[in-house]
């Protein structure tokens, strides 16, 4: 559905939703929620996380669907609010985890001391130790220790599928930085993972 250039049908429903149709609206969301969830949860691998920013996304959407002018395609727009969505996001939640890590009390003798909070990972679950989960759970947090250029580019083009040209758009660079972006990104991919010996 998804081209470098969007079909008559959908600029028809986006210039509707831009005069009030909430029903053309409904429309496109339904066409973009998969893509722009995919995106929010491949950057915040949290289920509630991620339907949060994409809730967030198309309220956002919805208030500057009016100035849109179709410069580029609806689907590297959105994608490109989804990801600035999910960095407000993580750096909110950055700040609420250096809060709870910093959290103080005073005990009976008036001095401060750091409140010991609880482990709650789901991932101490034994049934998670299983050997493919172990390993995509090590490619994701090298994807994650990659730099945010490095990230965001293989995750538009690995897991999102996007091209070139709908990478470019979303990241605000030209064509060819993608492409060599994108091989520096695999590259240092591909060293981090030898260095923790996962491949």
Not at 58 to 86: A, N
Not at 137 to 158: F, T
Request: hydrophobic share 40%.
């Amino acid at each position: 559905m998804f081209e470098t250039k969007d079909s008559k049908e959908l600029r028809a429903l986006i210039r509707a939703a831009q005069e009030g149709d909430e029903q053309a609206f409904e429309q496109i969301l339904t066409l973009l929620e998969a893509q722009v969830y995919r995106l929010a949860f491949s950057m915040l691998r949290h289920k509630q996380d991620a339907e949060d920013a994409t809730q967030e996304t198309f309220i956002k959407q919805w208030r500057t669907l009016p100035s849109y002018r179709f410069e580029c395609p609806i689907l590297p727009y959105v994608l490109k609010m989804t990801r600035t969505t999910v960095l407000d996001m993580q750096r909110k939640i950055e700040r609420r985890r250096e809060h709870e890590l910093s959290l103080t009390l005073e005990n009976d003798q008036g001095e401060r001391v750091e409140l010991d909070l609880a482990d709650t990972d789901v991932q101490n679950d034994p049934v998670a130790h299983l050997s493919k989960m172990e390993l995509i759970a090590q490619v994701r947090q090298a994807i994650e220790d990659l730099p945010p250029e490095h990230r965001d580019i293989l995750l538009l083009k690995d897991m999102q599928g996007l091209s070139y040209e709908q990478i470019a758009q979303t990241l605000d660079i030209q064509v060819g930085t993608v492409a060599s972006r994108l091989s520096r990104a695999r590259k240092n991919l591909e060293k981090i993972l030898k260095t923790r010996k996962i491949f």
